[in-house]
């Protein structure tokens, strides 16, 4: 199948570029390359040995994305990783994050509906469920008010794709609702390349084992949760990748129009102290660390149950927080 990817060189898309050309698929990535490297094109070749066609430009450009459709004949379908993804700096820049998120996800879907191409898989994220009455959580679970503007985005954009999977005969479509992708190629030639300070869990921890942060700090202990740390469900981002290439291949076979929502995530639950115990075991690595006060936003805990995509898609997890931590730090040890 030729399926674009909007930021297919950020994180979690690179490696289903590399997923995608693995199983015999032509991915044409669109990034603007806000949030991602041009080299990172290069280390999807060296991998794959293919070079995927790429063209940079933004996804809320309009005359840029009809061009990139009227060049590009024949997709079978698009997924869209594109977004601006950042909790804290949703908050200060309210505007920019809806105004980014919401116009990229439009013009991409208007020319879907022109084309009538449909298979549109949509990254959706837990974000969406706010503080689970229970965990593991399951798709039937209610979503709740967000609490920043990035998760609203995500609200947001899964009202809208429902809304036009109803209206269009055309249009098929999937959000897939992310838990907490963590990890890294196994090759070490492509992982996640944070922007400044590391908001996120592994990132942070990788770069203070590293030597390029003094210590990590664990946001609160006192969370009713076994250790007292916060508790998540992290997924390996390949198997994450993965998912994506399964959702497609069962998308094309629904009759249209189609909607349908899954959860990407392990199932199980894990903490922040298990998190940085495992990676100095596997890694034999020693990471500095104190414990600070919560993170206001934060929740205690949360994970998925991914019976729903397990039983449907019949795609599952595979790998261990194990494997992806020792991923994570051959990628920050090659990047270091
Ligand atoms: N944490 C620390 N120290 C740090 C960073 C994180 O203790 O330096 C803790 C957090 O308090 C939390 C856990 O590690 O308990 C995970 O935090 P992350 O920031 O890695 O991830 P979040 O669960 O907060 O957020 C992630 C994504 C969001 C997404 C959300 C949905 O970053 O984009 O999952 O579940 F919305």
Redesign the pocket.
Known sequence: MKILITGGAGFIGSHTVVELIEAGHTPIIIDNFSNSEKWIIDRIEKITGQKPTVYEGDCADKKFIADVFQKEKNIDGVIHFAAL?A?GESMEKPLEYYRNNLDSTMTILEEITRHKIGNFVFSS???VYGDPKENPIPEIAPRQPATNP??NTKSIIEDIIRDLASADKNFSALSLRY??PIGAHSSGLIGELPKGTP????P?LTQTAAGKRKE?????DDYPTPDG??V?DFIHVVDLARAHIAALDYLKKQPKPFYDIFNIGTGKGTS?KEIIETFEKINRVKVPYKIGPR?PG?IAA?WADPSKINKIIGWRAEKTIADALKDAWKWEKNIS
Do not use: H, M, P, Q
Not at 199 to 202: G, T
Not at 216 to 220: A, D, K, Q, V, Y
């Open positions: 993804k909790v994220s837990a974000t990035y998760g838990f907490n908001n996120n869990l592994v942070y990590l700090t664990i946001f609160g740390t916060g998540r922040v993170r934060d949360c």
